[in-house]
């Protein structure tokens, strides 16, 4: 029974590397767009699992593709390294950015959070000689020369990468603060738990996820602009994935992004102008009507099923 429950994990990693084998170079290109936005959906609810609700994915994911583009290009260094540098940034101004505004709770945290992208996005193209403005910077060429192949594989570690620092954060003490707070910040207090200090740390690693995801997608399409690496995209979709799924797990996103990834692909082609429309109805349809997501929803039924089949 220990043994089973391992089998759809290691079916998962057969078929993630496998996959460039079996397709071509637009499949590969879908599945690092999909990847991206597992990512972005990982760390989106590793900081829902302390009880806030943040929405500055977009922000520090267009924060670290600008980081790693200026200093690719002003420096020269390897794209390897700009990637790091842009998780690095995001880190950092998550860091700043949380000692200032986690003190609030509720919306007026998602509020703020939210505000982050537009405000970035502002400064940025204030200063065009550095930024480019409102048109961005484009990359003399893609990473890898835009091969798919060897993309996926880099996105793919990055993926990985997510869910074990989420694997981490459930199977430690991290997780147990985190619940706490989530469920009671007063019995969090008096239980000895340093409810701000987890807070930030928690806001500054995802943060620095987003950012780092933000750079390899930058040097995967090879540009960044104010529109582009700010969209909404990068905050609804990723959301879209995690509800989708079910929150406050690790692999909830990951089946919601799965789905969605492939999902949002066929809508930008069928509607390249609506989709978000889409998205934010997947949102509503799921907290209404389906709290726990698939995976919870499943899980229920196979828990159901076990139960009839033992009371016979």
């Given at each position: 029974m ?7 994990y290691?079916l998962?990693?057969a078929?993630?590397a496998t996959f460039?084998?079996f397709t071509?170079a637009?499949?590969?290109?879908v599945a690092?767009s999909?990847?991206l936005y597992l990512t972005?959906?990982?760390s989106?609810d590793?900081?829902?699992r302390s009880?806030?609700?943040g ?6 994911f267009?924060l ?10 002003n420096?020269?260094?390897h794209?390897?390294l ?17 000692l ?5 709770r509720g919306?007026?945290?998602a509020i ?8 970035f996005?502002?400064v940025?193209?204030n200063f065009?000689?550095?930024?480019g403005?409102?048109e ?12 798919t192949t060897?993309i ?6 990055i993926a990985?990468?997510?869910?074990v620092?989420?694997e981490v ?5 991290i997780?147990l603060a985190?619940?706490s ?5 007063r ?8 409810v701000?200090?987890y ?9 620095a ?7 390899t ?8 602009s104010?529109e582009?690496s ?7 979709l990723?959301?879209?994935?995690a509800l989708l799924g079910?929150?406050h797990?690790?692999w909830?996103p990951?089946?919601?992004?799965l789905?969605?990834?492939a999902?949002?692909?066929y809508l930008k082609l069928?509607i390249?102008?609506g989709?978000?429309l ?8 799921v907290?209404?009507?389906l709290?726990?997501g ?10 159901q099923?076990i139960a ?5």
């Open positions: 220990r043994m089973t429950r391992y089998i759809p290691l998962g990693a078929v993630a460039p084998l071509g637009y499949l590969e290109q690092v999909t990847l972005l959906a990982v989106w590793m900081l829902l009880g806030q609700l929405f500055g994915t977009a922000g520090f267009g670290g593709s600008y980081a790693a583009v200026l200093l690719f290009l420096t020269n260094v794209p390897f700009s990637i790091a540098f842009g998780g690095v940034a995001a880190g950092v101004v998550a860091l700043l950015v949380g200032a505004v986690l003190r609030l919306m007026y945290f703020t959070t939210l505000a982050l992208a537009g405000i996005a502002v940025l193209r065009p000689r550095l930024t403005g409102p961005g910077r484009m990359l003399p060429t893609c990473i890898y020369a835009g091969d060897r996926y594989w880099l996105v793919l570690a990985v990468l997510t869910i620092i989420s954060f459930e199977r430690t003490r997780h985190l619940t707070i989530r469920d009671d910040e019995v969090a207090k008096s239980s000895g738990v340093n701000f200090k807070l930030v740390f928690v806001f500054a690693v995802t943060s996820i987003q950012g780092i995801a933000g750079g997608y930058a040097h995967v399409f090879g540009f960044v104010p582009g700010f969209s909404a995209n990068f905050l609804l990723p959301l879209a994935m079910g929150i797990s690790t909830g990951v089946v919601g992004g789905v969605l990834g999902l949002s692909e069928q390249p102008y989709h978000l889409v998205y934010g109805a997947i949102i509503v349809v907290t209404l009507f709290p726990q698939v995976r919870g929803m499943f899980r229920t039924r196979w828990r099923w009839a089949r033992g009371a016979r």
